[in-house]
């Protein structure tokens, strides 16, 4: 299995996790890490690298920005 | 002025609405709604109208899908 996080900024890729669940149902696989205003890039960054080490799955990452 | 009202199922409508205001900044003309799972299509049709009734502003509608 792959899991996938959706990582963006602001809410949004907490708003597309939602939507599409709202479609197909819960999803098992599908995580969403937000950049808030006051978030450091090295928080974000740690709660990535936090969620990488807490499963041994491929991940795949979208993105709005890089 | 124009209103932009972005309009889609769940929370993906905020949550562009979060990231755009994020990166840009506040904005004063745009707003969200979102078709949540207990919402009919009734009750979400009545949210649209009483924004509709209440701008004399032309609005841009933008959404997932009709």
Same mark, same amino acid.
């Given at each position: 299995? =792959? /899991?996938?996080? %959706?990582?963006?900024?602001? +809410?949004?890729?907490? +708003?597309? %996790?939602?939507?599409?669940?709202? @479609?197909? +149902?819960?999803?098992?696989?599908?995580?969403?890490? +937000?950049?808030?205003?006051?978030?450091? @890039? /090295? =928080?974000?960054?740690?709660? %990535?690298?936090?969620?990488?080490? /807490?499963?041994?799955?491929?991940?795949?990452?979208? =993105?709005?920005?890089?």
């Amino acid at each position: 299995m =792959t /899991d996938i996080i %959706v990582a963006t900024h602001g +809410g949004l890729a907490e +708003g597309m %996790v939602d939507a599409l669940e709202l @479609i197909i +149902g819960k999803q098992e696989n599908i995580w969403f890490l +937000g950049l808030r205003h006051e978030d450091s @890039i /090295d =928080t974000f960054i740690k709660r %990535v690298d936090s969620f990488a080490a /807490d499963t041994d799955h491929d991940i795949l990452f979208m =993105t709005d920005l890089l």
